[in-house]
């Protein structure tokens, strides 16, 4: 059969175009869910819907259904879903809905990106689907940041035992540095150190893996990373391999992914130096205006005219309002 295709904007509630969501990698989900034979897929974590309304499409065209797991869905999705019967919006955290629900043919994971969520996840679907039932495990975020540094939504709802601190206001995390610094992006929820053990999205999918034979994990180094886990013994195996098998870390991807993280950093870091820059020149401007609403200023105007020319104080300026004022100008 030949894939669906279906228009979208990538870019539609990402205004600074870092390529955040998973739509990005709609594409080769599309040609996975062909090869799969796909009828059912279930979304965790489906935000404003941007992927989802590529979902709906397909679902459209091909008779599918899908389902769309998240708790707090943001008006765009729940308008969506008031729009197409074929979506069923879940109201519920994955792990309150993953027991639930029945399995599907296309799980796709781009939820809550740490450790402990991710693992739980993966362990609700894993006792259900020991073998070649299991579906085709799609995932997002496996690569920088969060596929080896923790992202908390509610870091309440995460033990405490897998839980990491958290960068916090006023801090960040770049590429390359492991900790955080001050011109880093604002990721204030994600742990403050990167690496180590139950630590980031991808960390939790090769745990899974390592715990189960014959299951295999694809990872496409681009857009924060795309990941797929099958069962090797699945009859469509050979057919999703075929299409995932030239992305499989795949070199000249990873370069330009961080080549474009790289980018989206630095100009970050640049855009919080103005934005500093730009108070910094607010508060100036508002002492300046105090300063020519001040009548103790009038005063000491009119004394350094005076002093001026009565040759006191020789080589000093003399300072006024109107130079205030063209400062304030310029």
Known sequence: METVRTEFDPYLHDPLHWGASMVHHADLMLRCFDAVGARSVVEVGAYAGDLTRVLVDWAGQTGARVQAVDPVPQPALVELAEKHDGLELIRETSLEALPKLQLPDALIIDGDHNYYTVSEELRLVGERASGTELPLLLFHDVCWPHGRRDDYYAPEQVPADYRHPIVGDGAGIFPGDPGVRPDGLPYVKSAAHEGGPRNGVLTAVEDF?????????????????????????????????????????????????????????????????????????????????????????????????????????????????????RVMAD
Request: proline share 4%.
């Open 209 to 325: 893996v390592a715990g189960r034979d014959q299951l295999r994990l694809v990872v496409v180094p681009a857009f924060f990373g795309f990941g797929a886990v099958w069962h090797l013994d699945a009859p469509w195996s050979e057919g999703v391999a075929q299409v995932l098998d030239p992305f499989d870390q795949n070199p000249m991807l990873a370069r330009l992914e961080a080549n474009r993280i790289e980018h989206i950093a630095q100009e970050q870091g640049l855009q919080a130096k103005l934005w500093k820059a730009d108070e910094r020149q607010q508060r100036y401007r508002a002492l300046l205006t105090r300063m020519l609403e001040s009548r103790a200023f009038l005063i000491a105007e009119r004394l350094s005219a005076l002093r001026m020319r009565a040759g006191i104080a020789p080589g000093s300026a003399e300072v006024s309002r109107e130079q205030i004022r």
